[in-house]
């Protein structure tokens, strides 16, 4: 349990405390990038004093890969959920796009951490997000390979190009005020993703 900066015997239960400084650390990092956030802000932002802040983080480096291994958490989930929310193809290719446009609405951007990380190059960092990706591909792999006569390489290539078309065009949605609704914009993606992988030999009945 912890009390809050501000001294008024406000107690936390640990988990609590931890999404608290969480969620606080990610506004900052969103706001202001890896490099220019500081533990002072982050502290303040969560109502808490750095000593608090220390005993459930040892640094800013811990703060930054415990929030993307809980987003990278959020978005696989999400598409694990929409690769297993029907046994149609076309249903589950529209599904995967509408994932990744669910996940660029979240509040607090939480997309600009895995997709936009200004810490990429750094391998502690690109290595987790690399694992990420080559997971939520896989997934799709798995999924696209059952149905086809692809080859798991090539499934993989093509979950691959899937989960990229996706990313790509979802930030590009949120970030530049286009115009399109979510609806609107999965429809055209979604139909894009799934002419391209309905062009592959199946084992089961294709819907156009």
Same mark, same amino acid.
């Given at each position: 349990?912890?009390?809050?900066?501000?001294?008024?015997?406000?107690?936390?239960?640990?988990?609590?405390?931890?999404?608290? =400084?969480? %969620?606080?650390?990610? &506004?900052?990092?969103?706001?202001? @990038?890896?490099?220019?956030?500081? !533990?002072? $802000?982050?502290?303040?932002?969560a109502g808490v004093?750095?000593?608090?802040?220390?005993?459930?983080?040892?640094?800013?480096?811990?703060?930054?890969?415990?929030?993307?291994?809980?987003?990278?958490?959020?978005?696989?989930?999400?598409?694990?959920?929409?690769?297993?929310?029907?046994?149609?193809?076309?249903?589950?290719?529209?599904?995967?796009?509408?994932?990744?446009?669910?996940?660029?609405?979240?509040?607090?951007?939480?997309?600009?951490? =895995?997709? %936009?990380?200004?810490? &990429?190059?750094?391998?502690?960092? @690109?290595?987790?997000?690399?694992? !990420?990706? $080559?997971?939520?591909?896989?997934?799709?792999?798995?999924?696209?390979?059952?149905?086809?006569?692809?080859?798991?390489?090539?499934?993989k290539l093509v979950?691959?190009?899937?989960?990229?078309?996706?990313?790509?065009?979802?930030?590009?949605?949120?970030?530049?005020?286009?115009?399109?609704?979510?609806a609107e914009a999965?429809?055209?993606?979604?139909?894009?993703?799934?002419?391209?992988?309905?062009?592959?030999?199946?084992?089961?009945?294709?819907?156009?």
């Amino acid at each position: 349990m912890d009390t809050d900066l501000n001294g008024r015997g406000q107690r936390l239960p640990r988990s609590e405390r931890r999404l608290q =400084l969480l %969620e606080a650390a990610q &506004a900052a990092f969103v706001e202001q @990038g890896y490099h220019a956030a500081a !533990m002072d $802000d982050i502290a303040i932002r969560a109502g808490v004093s750095k000593p608090v802040l220390y005993q459930h983080f040892p640094g800013k480096q811990e703060l930054y890969l415990a929030l993307l291994d809980y987003h990278s958490a959020e978005l696989e989930a999400l598409v694990k959920d929409a690769i297993e929310s029907s046994t149609e193809n076309k249903a589950r290719v529209y599904a995967t796009v509408a994932a990744y446009y669910d996940f660029v609405e979240r509040e607090g951007a939480p997309f600009r951490l =895995l997709f %936009e990380s200004d810490l &990429a190059n750094e391998p502690v960092v @690109g290595d987790r997000l690399e694992s !990420m990706f $080559d997971r939520i591909a896989e997934d799709v792999a798995e999924a696209i390979a059952g149905d086809t006569t692809l080859s798991s390489e090539e499934a993989k290539l093509v979950g691959m190009a899937l989960t990229g078309l996706a990313q790509v065009s979802a930030r590009h949605w949120i970030s530049r005020d286009v115009v399109l609704t979510k609806a609107e914009a999965v429809a055209v993606m979604g139909r894009l993703a799934w002419r391209g992988i309905a062009g592959f030999p199946s084992t089961h009945h294709v819907a156009e």
